[in-house]
């Protein structure tokens, strides 16, 4: 009997969970670790983050060289981007060709969302960033 009680539990237990459990990461639950900028890795010594803040609709953050604020309007699912504003720090061009494209990025995105592997990806016409949740 308990065997037949320990099997309902389990099977009612694995009903109840997410089929893709990466989704349930909600996008402004603290900073992603910026790793891909279109396609390409992060520049070597580029450590890019971002915060986003569905509440004050902002995505703060790091290029890589400079610290940057983006406001937003819309949805996750339809972003109407502001001007980017940031620090204006020389850094190596590699990291500057970085920042150049986050910025270019970042003010055209038209989307933010979390992908299956737990990946905030926040995508337009300009190109796309990818992040993972920071440890």
């Known amino acids: 009997m308990r065997s037949v009680l320990a099997a309902i539990f389990l099977i009612g237990c694995s009903m109840n969970e ?6 349930a990461v909600a996008m402004d639950q603290g900073r992603w670790q910026l790793v891909e900028v279109d396609g390409n890795p992060v520049a070597a010594g580029g450590q890019g983050w971002l915060e986003v803040d569905m509440g004050q609709a902002r995505i703060t953050g790091s290029s890589g060289c400079n610290e940057f604020m983006v ?13 980017v504003g940031g620090t204006k720090k020389l850094c190596p061009e590699p990291l500057m060709a970085q ?8 003010s055209a995105a038209r989307s ?12 337009g016409a300009r190109g796309y960033l990818r992040a993972e949740p920071a440890t």
């Open 18 to 23: 997410p089929e893709n459990p990466g989704a």
């Open 71 to 83: 406001a937003f309007e819309g949805s996750p699912e339809a972003l109407v981007m502001g001007a």
């Open 99 to 106: 920042e150049r494209r986050v910025y270019e990025i970042l």
């Open 112 to 123: 933010m969302t979390v992908d299956g592997d737990g990946m905030l990806r926040i995508s």
